[in-house]
C-alpha cells in the first residue's frame, strides 16, 4: 500500500514562496504511472483543487485560482511531486494535500472523488 506524505508547509509572510513536496512511501513502484494532485482546503470551505500532472510530468493541468503563480511537477526517480507557490496571499492559508489519481489516467481530473490515495495534508499559514 502506498502512502503519500506532504511536507514544506509553514508560515510565511505574505507575498512569499513555498515549495510543497509530496513524497510515496511503501509500494511506490506505481508511483511513475499514476497521475499526482494538489488540493487545499480552508477551514469552513470545501476541499479546492489546484493543479495536476500526468504520469510522466509533460502533462500539467491548473485551477484559475493556481494558474500563474504555482508550478506542479515530479520527479518519478524520487518518487515525489511537488507544488511552487509563489506570491502567497493570506487568502492562500489552508492545509495543503496531495493526492494520486489511479483510475482512467489518460485524462488529469479535478474531482476530489476521482483520487484514490491521500496524504495527511500539510498547514500553510500567510501572513499579511
Known amino acids: 500500500q502506498v502512502r503519500l506524505v506532504e511536507s514544506g508547509g509553514g508560515l510565511v509572510q505574505a507575498g512569499g514562496s513555498l515549495r510543497l513536496s509530496c513524497e510515496a512511501t511503501g509500494r511506490t513502484y506505481s508511483f511513475s504511472i499514476y497521475n499526482m494532485g494538489w488540493f487545499r482546503q480552508a477551514p469552513g470551505k470545501e476541499r479546492e483543487f489546484l493543479a495536476a500532472v500526468d504520469s510522466s510530468g509533460e502533462r500539467t493541468f491548473y485551477s484559475d485560482s493556481a494558474k500563474g503563480r504555482s508550478t506542479i511537477s515530479r520527479d518519478n526517480a524520487k518518487n515525489t511531486a511537488y507544488l511552487q507557490v509563489n506570491s502567497l496571499k493570506p487568502e492562500d492559508t489552508a492545509v495543503y494535500y496531495c493526492?494520486?489519481?489511479?483510475?482512467?489516467?489518460?485524462?488529469?481530473?479535478?474531482?476530489?472523488?476521482?483520487?484514490?490515495?491521500w496524504g495527511q495534508g500539510t498547514q500553510v499559514t500567510v501572513s499579511s
Open positions: 493526492a494520486q489519481q489511479v483510475r482512467n489516467t489518460r485524462i488529469l481530473v479535478t474531482t476530489p472523488s476521482l483520487y484514490d490515495v
